[in-house]
């Protein structure tokens, strides 16, 4: 029997308590949600840049075959490139559980939000920022919300409003970050503020990581930059070699336009944007509500879209913590068999057991 936690965000159970990090821009999409679930883990797709991007098309005014005016609700634009993105997903991981990512600070939220429900993903995935009218939609249309948080208040908060779980996001973690405090400090208060399941997020690399969160209370832990280096990542091979090769010592802070801290690798174009300052650009996507477009130091998402297609030089890679230790290609399958492995033989080794008899 396994020593290893159950998960369960109100009814969905995945085999091992993990969920692979959602990766923006179009770095987890279906190929790496649906080796995820396949393998007993929550595979999670980004929404990120996946909003519609033709405005003049009509509004969907439906979502799960509920008229949304009915339940108080707007109609939408249908973001298809989404919805294909959670079809193709559930189409090669017909009984895993896929999630959707999606960032309360994206100018199309509410659409992402409503096409991912209407679309059918399994559970919503909320960070940067937070909107109290998500838990009632996701509650109308029966969707476990789960909530990323970095502080006991926010927990308590999440909890209260109706959340199903919430994911505690440190410092360690790649993207944007609510926080720069480590997630051994963050970890113990926020397990406490709480009765839902808490899922450990920032600088888990393996086992004995995984182990160290149970330990802690943690019902669950999301890995992200580990499974860039996995053949079925979304992202260009570039990007995934660029992570392999990179040394501890090129993870580094740099300055969003969202306001908000970043983890990423240290490339030509962080170096560049440390001696400049700013980097002129022009804004066509209008993505983010708390950018300033052309105002803004740099554009966002110009410089993701640029890496994951492969222009790591031109581009930014976010990345977490551990980047330094990533060393090789995985498959999904192999990289969640090892975390599982070390995490039994770490909890068996400190005579621990979270498993149910």
Same mark, same amino acid.
């Given at each position: ?90 189409? $090669? ?51 476990? $919300? ?212």
């Amino acid at each position: 029997m396994s020593r290893l936690p159950k998960l369960r965000i109100k009814n969905l159970e995945p085999k091992y308590p993990i969920i692979q990090g959602g990766m923006g821009a179009k770095v987890s999409l279906h190929k790496l949600a649906a080796a995820v679930a396949n393998a007993g883990g929550i595979g999670v797709i980004s929404a990120v840049l996946l909003h519609e991007k033709d405005r003049s098309k009509p509004m969907k005014t439906t979502c799960k075959g509920i008229d949304v005016e009915s339940v108080g609700l707007k109609p939408y634009h249908y973001a298809h490139e989404l919805a294909r993105e959670i079809k193709k997903a559930k189409e $090669l991981a017909p009984n895993g559980i896929i999630g959707v990512n999606i960032m309360y600070a994206l100018t199309h939220f509410y659409e992402l939000l409503m096409t991912a429900i209407d679309a059918g993903a399994d559970l919503i995935i909320q960070g940067a920022g937070f909107g109290k009218d998500v838990f009632k939609i996701c509650n109308t249309f029966d969707v476990p $919300l789960v909530e990323i948080v970095a502080t006991p208040k926010g927990a308590k908060l999440s909890q209260r409003l109706g959340a199903a779980a919430v994911i505690v996001e440190s410092g360690e973690a790649g993207g944007h970050l609510g926080t720069l405090d480590s997630l051994w400090d963050i970890l113990p208060s926020i397990v406490e503020a709480v009765d839902i399941p808490v899922i450990a997020a920032g600088g888990i690399f393996d086992g004995k990581d995984m182990a160290r969160a149970f330990k802690m209370g943690a019902k669950g832990v999301q890995i992200a930059t580990r499974f860039i280096a996995t053949y079925e990542c979304d992202a260009h091979q570039n990007f995934k070699d660029y992570i392999i090769q990179a040394k501890p010592e090129d993870s580094i802070y740099i300055k969003s336009p969202v306001g908000m801290p970043a983890h990423a690798v240290r490339n030509p174009f962080t170096e560049r944007l440390e001696r400049e300052g700013k980097i002129p650009h022009k804004c066509p996507f209008n993505c983010l509500k708390t950018c300033s477009g052309e105002d803004s130091i740099y554009c966002i998402a110009d410089v993701l879209l640029k890496s994951v297609s492969g222009n790591v030089e031109e581009g930014l890679v976010f990345s977490g913590s551990n980047v330094g230790r990533v060393n090789r290609m995985y498959s999904v399958e192999e990289l969640i068999e090892e975390l599982v492995t070390e995490c039994e033989r770490e909890l068996e080794r400190r005579n621990l057991n979270f498993g149910e008899e």
